[in-house]
């Protein structure tokens, strides 16, 4: 096993784990991982769970979506960045 899937492992377990310690089912956890889509985004989301200690299953769910949205904003706006820049690169050295 990788470091990368290590990584992956750990942020999965304390997720779940954590979702348990609240009185919610494993499953609950494990749906929750696969959608947040990285280690980084399963921190943020043990991090709240762990501050808010949310008192439901919905609102656990609206937390991941925002996350989940969060993170996609972030990438659309480094896209545009990027395709900015190289709008910006033609322009000032034109096409060769």
Same mark, same amino acid.
């Given at each position: 096993?990788?470091?990368?899937?290590?990584?992956?492992?750990?942020?999965?377990?304390?997720?779940?784990?954590?979702?348990?310690?609240?009185?919610?089912? %494993?499953?609950?956890?494990?749906?929750?991982?696969?959608?947040?889509? #990285?280690?980084?985004?399963?921190?943020?989301?043990?991090?709240?769970?762990?501050?808010?200690?949310?008192? #439901?299953?919905?609102?656990?769910?609206? %937390?991941?979506?925002?996350?989940? #949205?969060?993170? %996609?904003?972030?990438?659309?706006?480094?896209? #545009? %960045?990027?395709?900015?820049?190289?709008?910006?690169?033609?322009?000032?050295?034109?096409?060769?």
């Amino acid at each position: 096993m990788t470091d990368n899937q290590r990584e992956w492992q750990r942020a999965r377990d304390e997720l779940v784990r954590e979702i348990k310690a609240l009185g919610f089912p %494993e499953e609950l956890g494990i749906g929750i991982a696969k959608q947040m889509g #990285s280690p980084k985004a399963m921190n943020r989301m043990i991090g709240y769970l762990y501050n808010v200690r949310p008192q #439901s299953a919905e609102l656990i769910v609206d %937390e991941m979506l925002a996350i989940c #949205s969060d993170i %996609e904003r972030w990438r659309e706006k480094k896209a #545009s %960045e990027e395709a900015n820049a190289r709008i910006n690169d033609i322009i000032n050295n034109g096409l060769l």
